[in-house]
């Protein structure tokens, strides 16, 4: 038997209801008080220090957390037992995004936000959040994930972290482009780019709570349809008389002669794919992770960075020093995104319910169900209940404020993601504590 089976076993029912709730209660005070010290009413902190603050944890806090806590994890063998881990992230996205397609059927969203509502109920916090969480668990000496929890759990997080970037600087990115309708709503004029100009001033603190410095990230398709654009401008020629290379404007550009025409489809593809940042990928905390993983699998780098006598372990201990401040500077900055309340939203409070209902109270249910059938099948390392819990918190959280970056990067639903990441985050309050308390009373079975 597990060491958090013997300790639940042996714990009082209060004490374990106060064990799940607690840690939310810790989390919850530090994001008051963020929410207090960034309010507009008091404004003791202005909104420059926590986009400031966000800089420190997207550069450096997250990536000195995830390479001491990862790179002393890792190993060959601890490779093959994690697999499921960020299999699991795909399948948790693939479910909520089932989910969502049901919202748009039983909503009915206005039509250029059918793509938006899927994408907010499917794509979930695998990062920041459940980090939080698990340091928030671990945090007492008497948690029931044994001495080695918050290594443990953050390890399992980080490990799985680099899937959800992929997919939304691949997958997200495209899928969240301006439809025609929406772009054509949008004409610039000279009102508008004031309009711009001041809104780039003050942008949502959402907006650059997980991206800091998006705006520096713009190119002059991110606020197009461009996906549509493509195809719709070659589909505009016949076969017979397609050029071999169109912009979006409709003019000829000259390429290298060609021994063999490029079909239609590979040259949308191809231009597609190389519209797409995969450059964005490499942020601090996937090249943390990276390499993490590198130094984890090679023993004798391994020796170097991490053990009482590794010749490095003061820079290690230096990078612990600074992974200790993530935990409530990313629940400070939460406070600060919250302070700024709900921005107006065209999506209706029906639609807003719907994901919300969703994303935090329906796809926990089916998690569960998705964790308990891969342990039958033995997917999951036997008797490890902090590999069970970090797996039922990927269906838990509320949808990845990454979203909201991606939405003002592309220029579409800003808003409404704005106030979809307000709302869920307010209930999420509840609807944590409740599968908190749930998860716990089912880790000493599943």
């Known amino acids: 038997m597990s060491y958090s089976s013997l300790s639940y076993h042996n714990m009082p ?24 010290l960034a309010h507009p009413k008091t404004q003791m902190i202005p909104r420059a220090t926590f986009k400031l603050l966000s800089k420190l944890v997207f550069a450096l806090f997250l990536p000195c957390l995830i390479f001491t806590h990862l790179g002393k994890s890792i190993s060959l063998t601890n490779l093959a ?5 960020p299999v699991n992230v795909v399948i948790s996205t693939v479910v909520g995004c089932m989910l969502g397609y049901v919202v748009v059927l039983v909503c009915r ?3 250029q936000f059918s793509r938006f509502t899927v994408i907010m109920t499917g794509f979930g916090n695998t990062g920041n959040l459940p980090i939080a969480i698990v340091g928030s668990v671990c945090h007492s ?49 000279e009102e508008n780019v004031e309009e711009a100009l001041i809104s780039d001033v003050s942008r949502p603190l959402l907006v650059e709570a997980e991206w800091p410095g998006i705006e520096d990230h713009e190119t002059e398709h991110s606020k197009t349809p461009f996906i549509y654009r493509v195809f719709n ?39 597609v794919a190389e519209q797409t940042p995969i450059g964005y990928i490499l942020q601090p905390p996937t090249i943390a992770s990276l390499l993490a993983i590198i130094v984890g699998l090679v023993p004798q780098l391994k020796s170097f960075f991490f053990g009482y006598d590794a010749p490095l372990s003061f820079f290690t201990d230096s990078l612990q020093i600074l992974a200790g401040a993530m935990v409530p500077s990313v629940m400070l900055i939460l406070g600060g995104m919250l302070a700024e309340g709900p921005s107006e939203s065209k999506i209706g409070i029906k639609t807003t319910i719907g994901i919300i209902v969703a994303r935090l109270l329906v ?54 993601a704005s106030a979809i990441l307000f709302w869920q985050h307010i209930f999420a309050i509840f609807s944590l504590s409740v599968y908190l308390v749930i998860y716990f009373k089912l880790l000493s079975y599943i």
Not at 81 to 85: A, N, Y
Not at 164 to 173: D, P, Q
Not at 233 to 254: C, K
Not at 385 to 413: D, K
């Open 233 to 271: 401008s070659i589909s505009s020629y016949s076969q017979t008389a397609l050029p071999e290379s169109l912009d979006l404007t409709g003019e000829v550009r000259e390429e290298p002669v060609r021994c063999f025409a490029e079909p239609r489809v590979v040259r949308r593809i191809r231009t």
């Open 81 to 85: 037992l994690w697999w499921f881990i």
């Open 109 to 111: 969203p206005p039509r």
């Open 363 to 416: 796809l926990p249910v089916m998690g569960i169900g998705n964790v308990m059938l891969a342990n039958k099948l033995g997917f999951l390392v036997h008797e490890d209940a902090m590999y069970r819990f970090v797996l039922l918190l990927q269906y838990t959280t509320p949808s990845a404020i990454l979203l909201g970056a991606i939405a003002s990067l592309r220029g579409y639903a800003v808003s409404e």
């Open 13 to 36: 029912k209060t004490q374990n209801f106060l064990s799940a709730v607690v840690p939310l209660l810790k989390l919850l005070s530090l994001t008051v008080i963020g929410l207090v």
């Open 141 to 189: 000496t008497d948690n029931r994930f044994g001495p080695d929890c918050k290594e443990t759990g953050v390890s399992y997080i980080s490990f799985a972290q680099w899937v959800s970037v992929i997919l939304v600087y691949t997958l997200v990115y495209h899928i969240m482009e301006p439809t025609i309708e929406y772009d054509e709503e949008e004409v610039v004029t």
